[in-house]
């Protein structure tokens, strides 16, 4: 009868043939003085406990209003639940259901800026036993969103200018103006706080930089939309007509476009796509490079994403050709050429 096969507690049953241990680039701790990386394989496991929400009331606001940015976005957020709730009341008091809507519009961005917030708290957490990556996808995540909400209030601004198309002029709500010139006052400090990312398209180095820009679209696509709202009112005012019906298309394709490229960055990320910084053809030629190695028959799966904007993980599988013996010279071969490529982080399995 054969001798069964080994038993790994963490991979389970491994032949002799099959060699799947992980290998990483770390950082050596043997000598503080020379931190030179070294291959090693990585057999261990993490037992660290969560700690999203550790420590008492005072750690946890000091993480949620640890830096400028969030305590920015929390006087915004203070401010704009102050003012619809004013605008709630009035309309409630007055029946005007156009300014009870408005308020329930805000609301809703209130909501989306507050889990901005949150992912900014809870991206500082180190990673634990669940969440081993940490949850710097969080702000990934949160400016998804976002970018989800403003899309969907570009089309309902197309709604609304078809809508204002259809029925008489006369009818304009000009007590709304005064909400408008008030919730474009708002949203103008907030453009102010995250001024450094009022633009359509930046490149993104940190996941803080497209949580930060999504909340800059965000209070910027309400600013937009105020100004259109006030410009009808003016044009109606001087007896243009359609004037409702052509500010509010234009507000709704300018937020269209602003809100667009930030969609398909962070959706692009959260699909898990190669990352956008490097070119298809130089993956294939990495792959030739090492099937050309003297040590490799071949490579049987390669799998590369960004886990956040600026960080690039990826995962290999190459197959060695039987009686070799010089691993660590095809491991360290390998790591360099995908480090050139700016893979930070890369795990290889080997097999015969």
Known sequence: MADPKPWNPNYGVVGSGDRRLAYSRQLSISSPLAPTPRLARSDSSISMPSTLLQGGPASIRSRWLATRHMRRLALLLALNVAYSAVEFSIGLLTGRIGLVSDAFHLTFGCGLLTFSLFAMAASRTKPDSIYTYGYKRLEVLAAFTNALFLLFLSFSLAVEALHAFMQDESEHKHYLIVSAVTNLLVNLLGVWFFRSYARVSIVYRKAEDMNHHSICLHVLADSVRSAGLILA????????????????????????????????????????????????????????QITAHEDVSEVCQGRFWELVPGHAVGCLSIRVKNGGDNDDSVLKYVHGLYEDLGIQELTIQTED
């Open 233 to 288: 009112s003016w044009f109606l005012s001087l007896g243009v007509e359609n004037a409702e019906v052509l500010c509010l298309g234009i507000v709704s394709v300018a937020v269209f476009m602003l809100v667009l490229p930030l969609f398909k960055a962070s959706g692009n990320i959260l699909l898990q796509i190669a990352p956008g910084n490097v070119a298809p053809s130089a993956f294939i030629k990495c792959g030739r």
